[in-house]
């Protein structure tokens, strides 16, 4: 289960990304990270076989 | 001259090829509405008044000569401003890219004007193409034609595209389609747009949102009109490694026909959830309507599409963010806020995510074709909703709240993740009279059935033909 993102979480991931984002940048994005991790949860419990191929080469014919 | 600019691109390339109408007039009558709106509607970035006029002389001395005739000679188009054009200015919408001049054309502005065609501009679009409301902050901010009132979005992320079409300001476009970017401002805007199959158009020379969901397509105010386009850009490009070699058909040949007996799948559950009523009313006539022509209708439904959100948000997200890590380290200011916090949040999808959400495109693209090894195409809204006022986030439909921009991509991305060709056609309005779409998706390279059932509605329809309100005052 993942932690809410904090402006501090988010500073600290922004610093080792080296994003030079400032504190207003990162509150404002906090919602947007928020569904954005929400959504990676969702993911992650769909139940797959993991034998199921990816796509890693995309072409249709 | 105000009817001219209605006229339809195969009436168009009929007209011009029996010199009936010179392509100087028909530039110059699209170069005069321009002027005249789009200081309002802020269609295009960059208008090639000049380069569109010396062509256009070029063409009539073409034709003065007896010179053979692409498809579309002198008919004006205008291409999203993420397609490289030789010499011409192309920002994907960006103030990072604003003063970006391509050394070559794309592969389709190639052919497009190798086909006859004559640039007229380059369309805005929400920056990078990444967002289904067409928002931009750098080059004015596209308005939808059918806003009488109050400023309402075009849909994006090809919103100058479909704004541009939808007032006659040109008479086709191409647009760029990551999630849903030619079918939801096509939807919105009260136009065609079609996906093609990926693979089948290349995409060299367009710059990427998503190298693996990104196709390119055209716009226009009739399937008939697409598929002319679609015949003239379709093919295998040795500069995209993702075209097929299978060769391109003639699309106008699906043109004029009937569905009598082609098997239609109407799509339920999430495709059917949360519509607003007249959507809901408007896909009911739509099947009656198709029915009545013929087809043989049924129901089906997508398991796997349930999932197509979060598996979308991983692919697209850290593919865009790979495109822009560099300028976001560097220039994160001159990025747009939705369009900066979308780029960052696609730092926190891990590799695992990544493959995870490509096994589940492996399953959404086999589910989408078993629907249709017994149906010859499947039927769906295009968006939820229309036309929302600019700034608004949220709405409400039958008494629920929605995410605005959550609703616009909703039912179009199942089918960039699947790859499957889309074509979004007009089948009605809402409460206030703005346009609502509905998508036909066919088989892997089948656009000829996705462009005759398309082409058989307009036939019976006449949604595809009304204009914006100050058009019909």
Known sequence: MMKAPTLASLRAFADLHGLPWSDADLQAALPSVARALEMLASLEAVPLDEDAEPTTHFRIV | MRELVWTPVTDLARMIAT????????????????????????????????GALEAARAAETALAAGQPLGALHGVPIGLKDLVDTLGVRTTAGSRILADRVPAKDATVTARLTGAGAIVLGKLNMHEFAYGPEGLNEHYGQTRNPWDAAV????????????????????????????????RIPASLCGITGLKPTYGRVSRAGVLPLSWSMDHVGPMARSAADCALLLGAMAGYDPADPTTSVLPVPDYTAALGRDVKGLRVGVLRGMFADGLAPELRDALAAAVHELQRLGAIVDEVTLAHTANVQAAAFAIVGSEALAYHAASMRTRPQDYQRDVRERLFTGA?????????????????????????????????????????????????????????????????????LSGHPACS?????????????????????????????????????????????????
């Open chain 2, 151 to 182: 400023a309402r979005v075009p849909g994006g992320s090809s919103s100058g595209s479909g704004a541009a079409v939808a007032a006659a300001l040109v008479p086709a476009a191409l647009g760029s389609d990551t999630g849903g970017s030619i």
């Open chain 2, 425 to 473: 056609v007009p089948c009605g309005v809402t409460r206030d009279g703005f346009p609502l779409g509905m998508q036909i998706v066919g088989r892997p390279f089948d656009e000829i059935t996705v462009l005759r059932v398309a082409d058989a509605w307009q036939r019976a329809t006449d949604w595809h033909t009304r204009r914006p309100l100050e058009e019909t005052a």
């Open chain 2, 19 to 50: 010199k009936e109408v010179s392509p100087v007039e028909v530039v110059r009558a699209y170069l005069d509405r321009i002027e005249r709106l789009d200081g309002t509607l802020h269609a295009f970035i960059t208008v090639c008044a000049d």
């Open chain 2, 348 to 416: 926190f999808v891990s590799g695992a995510h990544y493959l995870r959400a490509q096994q589940i495109r492996a399953l959404v693209r086999a589910e989408v074709d078993e629907a249709l090894a017994r149906r010859d195409v499947l039927l769906a809204p295009t968006t939820p909703i229309g036309a929302t006022p600019l700034g608004e986030r949220g709405t409400r439909v039958d008494g629920a709240a929605v995410d605005v921009r959550a609703a616009l991509l909703s039912l179009t991305r199942p089918f960039n």
